[in-house]
């Protein structure tokens, strides 16, 4: 069987660093009310003229670099964002023309907070199916550009970001043993649109618009959803908890990775959290995550790794990967 093995990783942030004492000059907020709801202290925002592909574009390269690979081997860019550069054309062939790419197939996806695990299961569909081998998959944001300067509510929790994979396709013997993505599991229910919306965009208002959210209702549906397609990914796959070496949970709260972490009955010292220093950098924040636990020693090629996230639609869910 076809397995999609990550041969590289890489990220990237911003120069400026804010701090939660910085968005208390802006809004009637403290660092104390930021830390004690959502464990942020500081999040990265990118420099007037720096675009979403920008940001894409570096942590790609470093991804690249580190697989070893010519980048003209790279058949697939598969890159997730909410804040695309421009309505059109997809951010993801803005990255292929600044990387020298010519070849292969280019496109976004768009799912929120969960996109990266959209895109890393649609790229593992495109190798398994055997059309592609060698797969660029990034989840890149500039959400500093749709939020709401002005409401305390949402202004503090986001952060600007990029991190990125590549796939490559191997032969696995179709056991849990193998390399690479194991599973992928991905849900949606657009009913619970109002809670979590950006009011512009080109159809509707023809303006980008703000990010809106109903934070505590967003809150309680996460925690309560996530855990469920987690047990469900591992239980098709029968891959007890204790199995798990990692798990690495969109950052978007540490109040909702702790509740989370406690429903699956997972150790805190397993849990990879970022959301301390990047804030929630939406589709990026997971390969930002990843990338400070592949540098910093922690995840282990052979190691297995669980990844969730949910997000704007609702979207959610898991990836299985032994890295
Ligand atoms: N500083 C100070 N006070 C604030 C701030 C702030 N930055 N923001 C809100 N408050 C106030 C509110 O006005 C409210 O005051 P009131 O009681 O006088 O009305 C009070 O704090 C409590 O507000 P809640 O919204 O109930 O606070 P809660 O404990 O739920 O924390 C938070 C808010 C951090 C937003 C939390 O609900 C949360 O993290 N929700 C989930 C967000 C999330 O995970 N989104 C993920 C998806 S993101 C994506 O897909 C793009």
Known sequence: MIRSVIRGIGSYLPDEVITNADLAKVVDTSDDWIRERTGITQRYRAAPGQMTSD????????????AGFDPDT???IVLSTSTPDYTFPATATTVQANLGITGGAAFDVQAVCTGFVYALAIADN???????SR???????????ILDWNDRNTCVLFGDG?????????????????????????????????????????????TVGHLRMEGNQVFKLAVGMVPQVLHEILDDNNVPMSDIDWFVPHQANKRIIDATEQKLGIGPEKVVLTVDLHANTSSASI??????????????P??????????????WGAALVRW
């Open 74 to 76: 790279i058949d697939l």
């Open 302 to 315: 052979g190691h297995l790794v669980l990844l969730e996230a949910m997000g704007g639609g609702f979207t």
């Open 287 to 300: 390969p930002l995550a990843l990338d400070v636990a592949v540098k910093d020693g922690r995840i282990k």
């Open 135 to 145: 797969v660029l998959v990034i989840g890149a944001e500039t959400y500093s550009r």
């Open 55 to 66: 940001l894409a574009t570096e942590a790609a390269r470093r991804a690249i670099d580190n």
């Open 126 to 132: 495109f190798i398994k199916a055997g059309t592609h």
């Open 162 to 206: 990029a991190g990125a994979v590549v796939l490559e396709a191997e032969q696995g013997d179709g056991t849990i043993a193998d390399r690479g993505i194991l599973a992928t599991r991905l849900r949606s229910d657009g009913r619970h649109k109002s809670r979590l919306y950006v009011d512009g965009g080109p159809s509707s208002t023809q």
